[in-house]
């Protein structure tokens, strides 16, 4: 009678055993079939929309501030920089939001629509005549908008930022969340996701709120990943731990340190994270040293004593990234301003293509993004097979190498800028035409476009590998974050420019200033290229530094056999 028990339990084991794995099977089907390709136009269609509305609006304010509201242009370009930092900033915000409670898909949903409210508040702004000045034609004795014109507009602008924080960190990571990303499905591949993203900047789409409709219509297509609580929360739990255990030796052997798989899960879904022998005060963290360590009896450890390596690691990665993330913001500030001072500059050139039509100095930013646009196909199928074949590296070259020759077509675009402006102001001198600012001087605007172009160049190779790197560099639990990271560079750039500017035309003289407030022909914007031409070389010196004292992450990827797969990160 027991034997028969015992088969019958047995049967029943093995019976529900079966049922487990066939629901497994089923699920692991049914996620398969979510995400690839076919949700790419919903999440592009999104970011283009995003990125024309930022574009175009961005691209109009100069005129819009220093014409309409009749703001000096420094104190114009300063308000564009600041807006523009916080519109930068705000992505950590969301950044954090997604890794940790909503998800990425419901981040973007929720700061698109937020965004929609900013555009048609700036659009009243506009519309209405009480919140503007009396024009100034002649831009001279010009009355300046008041506070409270000025403020409504920044109570616009700041809904768009906070819409902007939570599309940003997401849509590029939640795009790469639809494939698998993993080393040997990407070294397979004749085609690079984060080099065909960028080619959607330059997409025109209709109007942003259709982004956000369009989007949610590709929900149920959505590979979603699943939050894995704050990276901050964690990162602060190792450095409190490593602190408790600051007299503490490290083992010899890192295996001695302490691993939980199973407390891991939700947070290393492609792998877990090796030991690395940088950064070693961190492994205290991960040190078991007494029971008083573990929390209640499941064996569960107090995660503000001990840590796992793949936690340490996590805290580890992210200070590697930092040195590198770091030269982005001297770019960043060096090229803030360029474009408001450009389309003033546009502004005072012929700009007719025919007799009877000439287009308007905002445009010209046009030739940027066509530059990308021409440029990524032949980066891709021309570029990367050749330096394949040389390099043997599956992206032809490393993202750090990439990022390097970004930073040095930057110098390049901004020396050509300072050229372009003593011609211009040699032809103003040469038909008398220097103090008068609103005169047309007779040389094309079409002059402009090697610095544009150069520009685009420099952001096709900088600003795509830089958000590569951040991507496959961080933790996967932590993509959101470290695409915020992107942005957040480029906020403290822009507030740095800031203060660049500030101080060039505080203390630049009142005669001969280097950026005047209103009349550009007196200025001496060609020295403040100069300028930030010297600063872009000494970050190029210190990112050189950098990138040859970069250690890669070293993961231990889960194959479908689930084997692990020690590897470097295949971008360095």
Avoid at 238 to 263: C, F, G, M, S, T
Avoid at 436 to 452: C, E
């Amino acid at each position: 009678m027991e034997n028969g028990d015992i088969e019958l339990e047995k049967k029943n084991k093995s019976d529900n055993g079966d049922e487990e794995k066939k629901q497994e099977d089923v699920i692991s089907v049914k996620k398969k079939q979510l995400g690839g390709v076919r949700t790419m136009p919903f999440i592009l269609a999104n970011e283009a929309c995003d990125r024309f509305a930022t574009s175009g609006f961005h691209a109009n304010m100069i005129t819009y501030l220093t014409q309409v509201l009749n703001l000096p242009l420094v104190k114009a370009s300063n308000t564009l920089a600041n807006f523009a930092g916080t519109s930068n900033f705000t992505p950590i915000i969301g950044a954090l939001f997604a890794d940790s409670f909503a998800g990425r898909y419901w981040t973007i949903t929720v700061g698109s629509f937020i965004y929609v409210l900013g555009m048609v508040a700036i659009t009243i702004s506009a519309t209405l005549p009480q919140l503007r000045p009396p024009p100034c034609p002649n831009q001279e004795n010009c009355i300046e908008a008041s506070s409270l014109q000025l403020w409504v507009l920044y109570l616009a602008l700041l809904l768009t930022s906070l819409g902007t924080g939570g599309i940003r960190p997401c849509v590029v990571t939640f795009a790469a969340d639809q494939f698998d990303m993993s080393r040997a499905k990407t070294e397979s591949r004749k085609w690079n996701l984060f080099n065909c993203w960028s080619l959607g900047l330059g997409i025109p789409t209709i109007a942003l709120a259709l982004s956000l409709i369009v989007f949610v219509l590709g929900s149920r297509l959505y590979k979603k990943m699943k939050p894995g609580g704050s990276p901050f929360v964690r990162a602060a739990q190792v450095i409190v731990a490593a602190v408790r255990k600051r007299k503490a030796v490290p083992p010899d052997d890192p295996n001695a340190l302490y691993h939980n798989k199973d407390l891991d899960v939700d947070i290393s879904t492609n792998g877990q994270l090796l030991h690395s022998d940088q950064f070693k005060c961190l492994d205290r963290a991960a040190i078991p040293l007494i029971d008083s360590d573990m929390k209640g009896s499941s064996g569960r450890p107090n995660l503000w004593r001990l840590a796992t390596v793949h936690r340490v690691e996590e805290l580890k990665t992210v200070a590697r990234l930092v040195p590198i993330w770091a030269a982005t913001i001297l770019q960043v500030a060096s090229h803030s301003h360029i474009n408001n001072f450009t389309i003033q500059q546009a502004r005072t050139m012929d700009r007719h293509i025919l007799p009877s039509f000439k287009i308007p100095p905002a445009t010209m930013l046009i030739f940027s993004t066509l530059t990308i646009i021409l440029v990524l196909p032949v980066y891709e199928r021309v570029f990367v097979p050749l330096a394949r074949r040389a390099t043997g590296h599956p992206a032809g070259i490393t993202c750090l190498q990439r990022m390097g020759i970004g930073l040095g077509m930057g110098i390049l675009s901004s020396i050509v800028s300072g050229v372009v402006e003593i011609k211009r102001k040699n032809v103003a001198t040469e038909h008398s035409l220097l103090d008068r600012p609103t005169a047309i001087i007779p040389i094309s605007a079409f002059w402009l476009v090697p610095q544009y172009c150069l520009h685009g160049l420099a952001e096709v190779f900088s600003s795509v590998g830089h958000i590569e790197f951040l991507y496959d560099q961080s933790p996967e639990s932590m993509r959101s974050t470290a695409a915020a990271l992107y942005w957040i560079a480029i906020a403290i750039g822009n507030y740095v420019s800031t203060l660049m500017v500030t101080l060039v035309h505080r203390y630049s003289g009142e005669r001969g200033n280097w950026l005047p407030d209103r009349n550009l022909n007196r200025g001496r914007l060609e020295c403040y290229h100069w300028l930030v031409s010297g600063v872009q070389a000494v970050n190029l010196v210190y990112y050189v530094v950098c990138a040859c004292f970069y250690n890669c992450k070293s993961v231990q990827e889960l194959t479908d056999q689930n084997d692990g797969d020690v590897e470097c990160a295949r971008v360095i």
